[in-house]
Nanobody, 119 residues
Framework: QVQLVESGGGLVQPGGSLRLSCAAS????????MSWYRQAPGKERELVAR????????NYADSVKGRFTISRDNAKNTVDLQMNSLKPEDTAVYSC????????????WGQGTQVTVSS
């Protein structure tokens, strides 16, 4: 059974930091690109950061470049998102995504964790 379980969300003041973690199970983690998405109330879901399975290439939303860092540990089947210099506009539900494209495409989602940036 595939599972993606996020943790680490919460309430933080502007300028603060949080580290989100996603624990994966039920699939071959090392062969999947891993991403973090977020969705704020009334807005569409957007890609925050993506880390490929080969070459470990990354891409980030322009709004988080220089502040957020995505990383993965294939031995532990986890993907983290370090978020620094948080802003109120970073408030959203953050979800972990696993994707493998090929002859067949596999795409899995976690349930999400709330991040609120407020004073």
């Amino acid at each position: 059974q595939v599972q993606l379980v996020e943790s680490g969300g919460g309430l933080v003041q502007p300028g603060g930091s949080l580290r989100l973690s996603c624990a994966a199970s039920g699939f071959t983690f090392s062969t999947y690109a891993m991403s973090w998405y977020r969705q704020a109330p009334g807005k569409e879901r957007e890609l925050v950061a993506r880390l490929t399975s080969v070459g470990y290439s990354t891409n980030y939303a322009d709004s988080v470049k220089g502040r957020f860092t995505i990383s993965r540990d294939n031995a532990k089947n986890t993907v983290d998102l370090q978020m620094n210099s948080l802003k109120p506009e970073d408030t959203a539900v953050y979800s972990c995504n696993a994707e493998r494209r090929g002859f067949l495409t596999y795409n899995y989602w976690g349930q999400g964790t709330q991040v609120t940036v407020s004073s």
